[in-house]
């Protein structure tokens, strides 16, 4: 483990693990976290990690947001070169290939939310704060929140969480579409993460980053080009050993055991 690190990357079983520690500060994004975080994800894509979990070290919070100390003296010359940069390190954690889960316990404003929306699923629990305080502080969300919350929840939803500075609980961000899995008190966070992980790791891994790519050019791409690319994808599929070893197996009722080739 490299030493201050204020992002820690550990794989164990396939399973990729960033944990955002920087808890004197509510885990906030310092400039300097966001390179090592970007760092990170380049690591990755040398590992053999099929699933990446984004998690805030401590129980307060996943990330209380850019970090405000360091905003406070940005020129707008400075803040531009920064949301760049913020917004580029962001959408590489939206495009990796493999799924991403953030597990969002406590606070997630501001730039934290806007990770937790840069990855495909947010698994949250009954302490879980979800909002963007920006417009209380004269700026906008600058990671994307402004995009990814309006492409997920729609445009009147994402204004009014924007706009009011909104804290949404953890029931509240599953009944906005924005949580996919809300961990009631007394459930175990762990056991639903694992279910999770199983149950993605036992799909066939190629299958899992076509299906990832060609749902993500829906968002971008009009439906005729989408099916374009479902199509080259689905072509990928066939090309597959793991896609023989998926139909013999149900004709031989047994498990697939898939071999990611
Ligand atoms: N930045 C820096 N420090 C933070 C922080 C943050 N976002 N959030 C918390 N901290 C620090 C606090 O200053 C405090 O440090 P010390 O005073 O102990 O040194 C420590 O974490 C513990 O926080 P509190 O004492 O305040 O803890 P509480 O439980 O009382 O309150 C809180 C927790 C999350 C409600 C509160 O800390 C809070 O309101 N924090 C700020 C949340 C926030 O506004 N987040 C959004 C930030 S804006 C852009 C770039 C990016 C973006 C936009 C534009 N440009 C370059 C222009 C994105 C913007 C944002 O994310």
């Given at each position: 483990m490299e030493k201050n690190s204020k992002i820690i990357l550990t794989i164990e079983n396939e399973v990729a693990t960033i944990l955002i520690s920087n808890p004197s500060k509510l885990n906030a994004l310092s400039y300097s976290l966001l390179q090592d975080l970007e760092k990170k994800l380049d690591d990755l894509k040398q590992s053999s990690a099929k699933l990446i979990i984004f998690k805030g070290e401590g129980s307060k919070a996943f990330v209380a947001g850019a970090d405000i100390k360091e905003m406070v003296s940005f020129t707008p010359q400075q803040a531009y070169e920064y949301i760049k940069y913020g917004q580029?390190?962001?959408?590489?954690?939206?495009?990796?290939?493999?799924?991403?889960?953030?597990?969002?316990?406590?606070?997630?404003?501001?730039?934290?939310?806007?990770?937790?929306?840069?990855?495909?699923?947010r698994i949250v629990n009954s302490d879980a704060l979800f909002g963007f305080p920006e417009v209380q502080l004269g700026i906008i969300p600058g990671f994307g929140g402004t995009q990814r919350l309006t492409q997920l929840i729609g445009y009147s939803k994402s204004l009014e969480i924007i706009l009011t500075s909104k804290r949404l609980s953890g029931e509240e961000m599953l009944s906005y579409g924005i949580a996919n899995e809300f961990v009631k008190n007394g459930?175990?966070?762990?056991?639903?993460?694992?279910?999770?992980?199983?149950?993605?790791?036992?799909?066939?891994?190629?299958?899992?980053?076509?299906?990832?790519?060609?749902?993500?050019?829906?968002?971008?791409?009009?439906?005729?080009?989408?099916?374009?690319?479902?199509?080259m994808c689905e072509t990928v599929c066939f090309s597959t050993s793991d896609c023989k070893i998926g139909f013999e197996s149900f004709l031989e009722r047994k498990q697939p055991e898939f071999k990611g080739e």
């Open positions: 580029k390190v962001f959408t590489k954690v939206s495009k990796l290939s493999i799924p991403t889960i953030a597990v969002i316990q406590g606070f997630a404003l501001g730039g934290g939310a806007e990770l937790a929306l840069a990855c495909d699923f459930e175990s966070m762990d056991d639903v993460i694992d279910k999770w992980v199983s149950s993605i790791l036992k799909a066939a891994p190629i299958a899992v980053k076509m299906a990832k790519q060609a749902v993500q050019a829906s968002e971008t791409s009009s439906l005729e080009s989408g099916l374009v690319i479902e199509l």
